[in-house]
Nanobody, 126 residues
Framework: QVQLVESGGGLVQAGGSLRLSCVAS????????AGWFRQAPGKEREFVAR????????DYADSVKGRFTISRENARDTLYLQMNSLKPEDTAVYYC???????????????????WGQGTQVTVSS
């Protein structure tokens, strides 16, 4: 089992920045691909970004490309999401996730992800 705990959410004005963190425990984090998803009120949970086990490869939803950056620090068992130029439509609960699949075989589908955190709220005011 892998436990994931997110932090770093909060209230920010449009155009501002936040950095989310997700600390993993239970098994070596380097054995898992990792990603971020988000869920806005009344909407389905959606993919935001993912990163390979080594951190060499990453992928983003079109809605966040150029504004968000996913990274990881395996020595600290930690995943990050740097969010810049935030917009009100970025308001959501953000979840980190881990997958034992390879990067190429992991998609944005929730069923590809094995472990989930409890989420952290991000609110962007206009």
């Amino acid at each position: 089992q892998v436990q994931l705990v997110e932090s770093g959410g909060g209230l920010v004005q449009a155009g501002g920045s936040l950095r989310l963190s997700c600390v993993a425990s239970g098994r070596p984090f380097s054995k898992y691909g990792a990603g971020w998803f988000r869920q806005a009120p009344g909407k389905e949970r959606e993919f935001v970004a993912r990163i390979s086990k080594s951190g060499s490869f990453s992928d983003y939803a079109d809605s966040v490309k150029g504004r968000f950056t996913i990274s990881r620090e395996n020595a600290r068992d930690t995943l990050y999401l740097q969010m810049n130029s935030l917009k009100p439509e970025d308001t959501a609960v953000y979840y980190c996730a881990a997958s034992g699949r390879t990067f190429l075989s992991t998609t944005a589908e929730r069923s590809d992800w094995d472990y989930w955190g409890q989420g952290t709220q991000v609110t962007v005011s206009s």
